[in-house]
């Protein structure tokens, strides 16, 4: 069993900075992959970084604004986001793939709004 503890997110302004953290209850030396998706009202949840065999991956929409990165020592997988926009608007959620099982974290909102 995994739990995933998100925090870091809330209100900010247009071309306003977040960074999101999820701390695991296991090292994170055991996930294979890891990463954040995030879920609008009405769209389906969506890829937004992921670390899987020490290669990252971004979705388009983030992809030069957005940095996922990881703390071994504190078990904590971090989102840096940058130049936010309202399309960034949604609720994120920390992802963890173990021994083929997926584990999701409760997730945690993110709005950009002036």
């Known amino acids: 069993q995994v739990q995933l503890v998100e925090s870091g997110g809330g209100l900010v302004q247009p071309g306003g900075s977040l960074r999101l953290s999820c701390t695991a209850s296991?090292?994170?030396?055991?996930?294979?992959?890891m990463g954040w998706y995030r879920q609008s009202p009405g769209k389906q949840r969506e890829l937004v970084a992921q670390?899987?065999?020490?290669?990252?991956t971004y979705g388009d929409s983030v992809r030069g604004r957005f940095t996922i990165s990881r703390d071994y020592a504190e078990k904590t997988l971090s989102l840096q986001m940058n130049s936010l926009t309202p399309e960034d608007t949604a609720v994120y959620y920390c992802?963890?793939?173990?021994?083929?099982?997926?584990?999701w974290g409760q997730g945690i909102q993110v709005t950009v709004s002036s």
């Open positions: 992802n963890v793939f173990l021994t083929g099982s997926p584990y």
């Open positions: 296991r090292s994170l030396l055991v996930f294979y992959a």
């Open positions: 670390i899987l065999n020490d290669i990252t």
